[in-house]
């Protein structure tokens, strides 16, 4: 049983805190990513958690035991976890084979166990047939493969995931977010992964914590994430959005060059995320009360177009506003610049967050 | 609470090694220069004395003289052949790099040697060829002058220079000349007004580098400027140290070269520093052969007339000389013999074990190095320790400090008790091993740095200790960068004549101090023939060093 536990966990690097005050607790067997932009402290953290860097306050614990602290900290080599790094660090002296019996030997484990626990785990990231070769006549993908099969065959505590795949190209990117996964279902690790690629969270977590400048945003399973997003930072990293910023009077919202009915919205200031594929084209405002009823219409005008294949990708500006709203529509829906639409906004799919700092 | 960390201990250590190595031996030659030698009072006597007469003054001059001019002839050689090299379709490249290799690792004083050979007044082989044709009755060249030392010393220099600048060439874009052309300018023009000023940094940061090198320079000097009745800073500096030895008046007459060397050396390094330009450009860009149609073969030709001046010539003369019983008789069937050599090395009282002396003191300098700098440099690298930066710094120090400068330091702070090291084999590779400390410790943090950490980090988290990682997987991965780092020290520390010079005994001569006692002597065939032993020796360690770590291992700059 390993439950990771990190408790107020900070970093300063000089005067600036590249980590600040994270709380977070992984259950035994959960898969959690650590998601955000480059500098937000997601790779501090899992190296915090690895052992390589001290934390300047708050704690680290492994089911109860606590491995690092700003008085004391256990060496990585005595905390039972693995990493797999951002260069795979394979280490170009040793076959295939010898890097991932590596782990095994140093646990002074039999050499017949070594080995049949390696060739075992060699076929299980199908690389047995490679086993003596040396990483440098490896391609990138089959040298990832060793760093998971050198990383798991030890039966970690705790996997540690620092941005794996980032060295891919993206076709074999797509396939090794899925293997992780696969390799995940199968040995059940505790397994913290870091990533500034929202796709490849969202493919492997149970859980994602979303980072912005040292703390966390928010942590929440993909699915919530994606449409319930808490903060402005969260809507808008995760995923597309286009922001409403209203005001409410109580009976109705005012939003740039448009107002909706407040429908329970208390008067103050109200913000609101939407998605683009939540707004809906319509040639005229629509009798089919079932499906749009309730929406919020408004007409506008179309600015700009670009088709992408899947969908086409519209900047529609409302009339009276300054704002451009990004909308998805079919591949089949071919409007013109200039064209003049109704827009239907469905704001139940719209997730209420904070005003932006100016009007707060 | 800290817990106490056994590295503590090893930071403490190595930092008492470099206050041995480095700062005494400095901090003596100043405080040395300072003191009355009798009653250890504050005096600038020293100074007086040393800088008292009008020769003392005239061999300073000399030696900023010659080195002005032995960079501007070096500028002369190595600008053209750079560029030919690098960036045209000059033919021969790799025999025109290689022969440039050779004069590189030719230690000067051979070439002297040789020098001395060829255009000797009148016996010189190419003064013997000149009255020949002519019928003249005076040879033509005499390398007993000003101007003969400056061409032998700019011949042995100029490899440098040229390694330095054709490196530099090799990081500027062909886009940049491209540019240029497309606007209408032409491929002399385009290298006047933009290839050259792109690496002019680098030019005259290597010619500031030949400048240093040449001014203290002591082999050539000593064996043409002596003979030649002029004195140079290096030379005066031996002449305080012949009996009756005055070690304080050397000391107050080599801060001057100390200062010159330390403060050229910072405008190097800031002259380097806002090279800018050419390294960011350098990565990725094509870079395009220049066609030159038939100037190519003029290039060539220069190039090869260059060569054959410091390599193909010298090498000839010395080796007839070698193995000759006179050298002025030439090659003939009946002068041919192996007795120099059975000589040197089974009669000669000391010229045997000199041989040995210098491969031993070489090599345990380098093994000594290596090890100290490669700590240091891991240390430094991986942060390990507060305060490490302190100790590669210390490790670089050297670098301003001219050998014979070191020497004068290492004779004050160590030949008097208690130390009493004067003329032991452990003086010498102490001080081999400070004097070539900025090489290897170049060289060491190199190597480290191009290894991932994150390779030592996979080992640790895998539960391996760091004493583990640097056993299974960071020794193996720098086993090619130790090597060449060793051969990097062991080759100029095998020759070294200007920190052995005012340190060696009885016991403890050196090849290259043997050469000049021979030298003395007036014995060209069996001096040659030690020389050619010496030159042998160097091309089989350079050879192993190209077997074992890569063609370019002696040319990347540090």
């Not at chain 2, 501007?72 to 750079?82: R, Y």
Request: proline share 5%; glycine share 8%.
């Amino acid at each position: 049983m390993s439950r990771l536990q990190l408790h107020n966990l900070g970093r300063m690097f000089g005067v600036v805190p590249a980590v600040d005050n994270v709380s977070l607790t992984l259950t035994d067997g959960e898969f959690v990513s650590l998601l955000g932009p480059s500098g937000c402290g997601k790779t501090t953290t899992l190296r915090m958690i690895a052992g390589f860097i001290k934390p300047s306050s708050g704690t680290i614990s492994v089911s109860g035991t606590t491995i690092s602290s700003p008085e004391r900290m256990v060496a990585p080599e005595h905390r039972g976890m693995s990493m797999i790094f951002q260069s795979y660090a394979i280490w170009p002296n040793m076959t295939v084979a010898e890097n991932v019996a590596f782990g095994l030997t140093l646990r002074k484990m039999p050499s017949s166990e070594v080995r049949a626990r390696t060739e075992k785990m060699l076929s299980v990231v199908r690389l047995a047939h490679l086993k003596d070769r040396y990483p440098s006549e490896l391609s990138g993908g089959q040298q990832q493969r060793v760093a998971l099969a050198r990383a798991i065959v030890i039966e970690p505590a705790v996997l540690l995931l620092d941005e794996p795949l980032s060295n891919l190209d993206a076709n074999l990117r797509e396939e090794m977010r899925s293997e992780i996964r696969r390799l995940h279902d199968e040995f059940k690790i505790t397994t913290v992964y870091v990533t500034h690629d929202q796709s490849e969270a969202m493919v492997t977590s149970d859980r994602i914590v979303v980072m912005n400048q040292g703390r966390i945003e928010q942590v929440a399973d993909p699915v919530s994430l994606y449409t319930k997003p808490q903060t402005r930072f969260v809507a808008g990293f995760i995923g597309r959005t286009n922001f409403l910023d209203g005001l409410s009077d109580g009976t109705h919202i005012r939003f740039d060059g448009f107002s909706v009915p407040a429908d329970g919205v208390k008067a103050g200031p109200a913000s609101f995320s939407v998605r683009p594929q939540s707004i809906s084209i319509h040639a005229a405002r629509s009798a089919d009360e079932g499906r749009h009823g309730d929406a919020w219409w408004v007409q506008a005008v179309v600015a700009e177009r670009a088709y992408l294949g899947e969908y086409w990708d519209y900047g529609i500006t409302p009339v009276l506003s300054g704002q451009m709203l990004r909308v998805t529509a079919p591949p089949a829906t071919s409007l013109s610049a200039g064209q003049t639409v109704w827009l239907a906004i469905d704001h139940r799919q719209a997730a209420r967050v904070p005003a932006p700092e100016a009007c707060a | 609470m800290r817990r106490f960390d056994p590295l503590t201990i090893v930071w403490v250590l190595l930092a008492a090694i470099l206050a041995f190595l480095v700062i005494n031996p400095m901090l003596r030659l100043v405080l040395s220069s300072l003191q009355a030698v009798d009653t250890g009072d504050w005096t600038l006597a020293n100074y007086a004395i040393a800088y008292g007469r009008p020769r003392y003054i005239q061999a300073l001059w000399n030696t900023l003289m010659l080195g002005v001019c032995v960079t501007a002839l070096c500028l002369v050689l190595a600008v053209p052949m750079a560029w030919a090299v690098s960036r045209t379709d000059m033919p021969a490249k790799g025999a025109i790099k290689l022969l440039t290799l050779a004069a590189f690792v030719t230690p000067p004083y051979l070439g002297a040697i040789g020098w001395i050979l060829l255009a000797g007044p009148n016996a010189g082989w190419l003064n013997q060829a000149w009255m020949g044709l002519t019928g003249s009755g005076e040879g033509l060249f005499n390398i007993y002058s000003f101007a003969g030392l400056t061409f032998i010393i700019a011949l042995y220099s100029f490899p440098y220079l040229f390694i330095f600048i054709s490196s530099a060439l090799d990081t500027v874009s062909s886009e940049m000349e491209d540019a240029a052309n497309v606007l209408g300018c032409g491929t002399l023009r385009t290298m006047v007004r933009i290839t050259l000023p792109l690496v002019l940094p680098a030019i005259l940061g290597g010619a500031i580098i030949t400048f240093l090198e040449a001014i203290a320079l002591f082999g050539s000097p000593a064996l043409i400027a002596i003979p030649a009745r002029f004195n140079v800073v290096t030379t005066q500096l031996l002449q305080f140290f012949s009996p009756p030895v005055r070690a304080e008046v050397a000391a107050a007459y080599a801060v001057p070269l100390l200062l010159i060397t330390l403060c050229l050396f910072g405008l190097q390094r800031r002259i380097l520093r806002r090279r800018g330009f050419v390294s960011m450009t350098g990565k990725g860009g094509e870079r395009r052969i220049i066609e030159l149609g038939p100037w190519r073969w003029v290039l060539l030709g220069y190039s090869a007339f260059v060569l054959s001046l410091c390599v193909l010539l010298p090498y000839a003369a010395l080796s007839q000389a070698a193995l000759a019983k006179a050298w002025g008789r030439g090659w003939h069937l009946d002068n041919l013999t192996l007795d120099n050599f059975a000589y040197l090395l089974f009669r000669h009282e000391t010229a045997g074990q000199s041989v040995l002396n210098s491969f031993y003191y070489a090599g345990a300098a380098a093994c000594i190095g290596i090890v100290l700098t490669l700590s240091i440099a891991y240390i430094v690298s991986r942060r390990l320790l507060p305060g490490a930066n302190v100790l590669g710094f210390l490790c670089m120090a050297p670098i301003v400090v001219p050998g014979i400068v070191l020497a004068v330091g290492f004779y004050a702070a160590y030949a008097p008790p208690p130390f009493a090291l004067y003329g032991t084999a452990t003086l010498l590779i102490l001080a081999f091993t400070t004097r070539f400390l900025p090489v290897g410790y170049a060289q060491a943090s190199a190597a480290i740095r191009g290894i991932n950490p994150e390779m030592e980090e996979a080992v640790r988290i895998l539960g391996g200790g760091r004493i583990v990682a640097i056993r299974r997987v960071l020794a193996p991965l720098m086993r090619r960068g130790m090597i060449g780092a060793w051969l990097l020290v062991f080759i100029p520390a095998s020759r070294e004549l200007s920190t052995a010079l005012f340190l060696y005994g009885p016991k403890t001569r050196t090849m290259s101090v043997m050469l000049l006692d021979l030298s003395e002597e007036g014995n060209f065939e069996r001096l040659a023939a030690l020389g050619f032993m010496l030159l042998i020796a160097t091309m089989v360690i350079v050879a192993i060093g190209f077997r074992f770590v890569g063609r370019d291992f002696m040319q990347r700059r540090t």
